[in-house]
């Protein structure tokens, strides 16, 4: 009788272990899924950001835009192919993407600047969301991070941080291309100028990285820090508080598009650790 008690004990623990180290390895499984549909849907972002940009330089007259636009729509749409996943094709914020996405870029010259801007900013904002909502639902969060407890911050006010400079991108360099910066557009960057200072001030305190990451977590911090000042500057000196402007549109669209780029780096950093810590 004892002996038989012994071995239902002994099969009722192998059991619980077992079942534990299947949900682990399930977690990981999902965890690893969710960071690869994260990575995708950040490229989507980006590059919808960059349509968004150019645009508003065609729409405000830079004939040069439009071969550049046709080749980022291309790429917009194979990466939209590669996440007709499971996980997203009854998701609504998705199913609204893969929607909308189709009819703006159809509209081609009919839509106004002020429509094209506010059109591609909802759609950007709608994947920011999603990217969030992908890495709660794929355990991607600090309850399930212990070593990464900052990680929240990266999904959310990092990602939209880097937003509120692709807006200013749209935005500056539509002025830039018509040498007029009427009082709304002089508010809506007014209004990003502070979002982006606080970023600097606040957001990057936020995140963290593994010990061995320090260094290189610092100066990627320091090299968007310094991008973000210097398109500060240039917003406030060249396209606010001047009465005539006469900053180069392409110009303006690179110092921006540098500075998004090291935002996104501090992103693929942050990445790269979390790689390291679901290892």
Same mark, same amino acid.
Request: hydrophobic residues 40%; neutral net charge.
């Given at each position: 009788?004892?002996?038989?008690?012994?071995?239902?004990?002994?099969?009722?623990?192998?059991?619980?272990?077992?079942?534990?180290?299947?949900?682990?390895?399930?977690?990981?499984?999902?965890?690893?899924?969710?960071?690869?549909?994260?990575?995708?849907?950040?490229?989507?972002?980006?590059?919808?950001?960059?349509?968004?940009?150019?645009?508003?330089?065609?729409?405000?007259?830079?004939?040069?835009?439009?071969?550049?636009?046709?080749?980022?729509?291309?790429?917009?749409?194979?990466?939209?192919?590669?996440?007709?996943? %499971?996980?997203?094709?009854?998701?609504?914020?998705?199913?609204?993407?893969?929607?909308?996405? %189709?009819?703006?870029?159809?509209?081609?010259?009919?839509?106004?600047?002020?429509?094209?801007?506010?059109?591609?900013?909802?759609?950007?904002? /709608?994947?920011?969301?999603?990217?969030?909502?992908?890495?709660?639902?794929?355990?991607?969060?600090?309850?399930?991070? %212990?070593?990464?407890?900052?990680?929240?911050?990266?999904?959310?006010?990092?990602?939209?941080?880097?937003?509120?400079?692709?807006?200013?991108?749209?935005?500056?360099?539509?002025?830039?291309?018509?040498?007029?910066?009427?009082?709304?557009?002089?508010?809506?960057?007014?209004?990003?100028?502070?979002?982006?200072?606080?970023?600097?001030?606040?957001?990057?305190?936020?995140?963290?990285?593994? %010990?061995?990451?320090?260094? /290189?977590?610092?100066?990627?911090?320091?090299?968007?820090?310094?991008?973000?000042?210097?398109?500060?500057?240039?917003?406030?000196?060249?396209?606010?508080?001047?009465?005539?402007?006469?900053?180069?549109? /392409?110009?303006?669209?690179?110092?921006?598009?540098?500075?998004?780029?090291?935002?996104?780096?501090?992103?693929?950093?942050?990445?790269?650790?979390?790689?390291?810590?679901?290892?």
């Amino acid at each position: 009788m004892e002996i038989y008690v012994i071995s239902s004990i002994t099969l009722v623990l192998m059991m619980i272990i077992f079942l534990r180290m299947r949900k682990s390895s399930s977690t990981k499984t999902k965890q690893r899924n969710g960071l690869q549909y994260i990575q995708l849907l950040k490229n989507i972002i980006t590059m919808v950001q960059q349509h968004r940009g150019l645009s508003a330089a065609k729409l405000n007259g830079d004939n040069t835009a439009q071969d550049k636009l046709l080749i980022l729509s291309r790429k917009i749409f194979d990466e939209i192919q590669q996440l007709e996943v %499971p996980l997203l094709q009854n998701n609504e914020r998705w199913l609204a993407f893969t929607d909308h996405w %189709p009819r703006l870029t159809a509209q081609d010259q009919k839509i106004s600047v002020a429509n094209s801007f506010e059109q591609h900013t909802v759609m950007i904002r /709608n994947l920011c969301y999603l990217l969030e909502d992908t890495a709660e639902e794929c355990y991607l969060t600090a309850d399930y991070l %212990p070593n990464l407890t900052h990680i929240g911050f990266v999904w959310r006010e990092l990602v939209l941080a880097t937003e509120s400079i692709g807006q200013s991108r749209a935005l500056g360099t539509g002025v830039a291309v018509k040498k007029v910066c009427s009082s709304v557009e002089k508010i809506r960057l007014n209004f990003l100028i502070t979002t982006m200072s606080y970023t600097t001030e606040n957001t990057f305190k936020q995140l963290s990285c593994l %010990p061995e990451e320090n260094k /290189n977590h610092q100066r990627l911090i320091d090299y968007a820090t310094k991008n973000v000042t210097t398109l500060i500057t240039v917003i406030e000196n060249d396209l606010i508080k001047v009465d005539k402007i006469s900053v180069d549109n /392409n110009h303006y669209f690179n110092l921006a598009s540098d500075t998004i780029d090291k935002m996104n780096a501090i992103f693929e950093h942050q990445v790269k650790q979390l790689k390291t810590a679901l290892s």
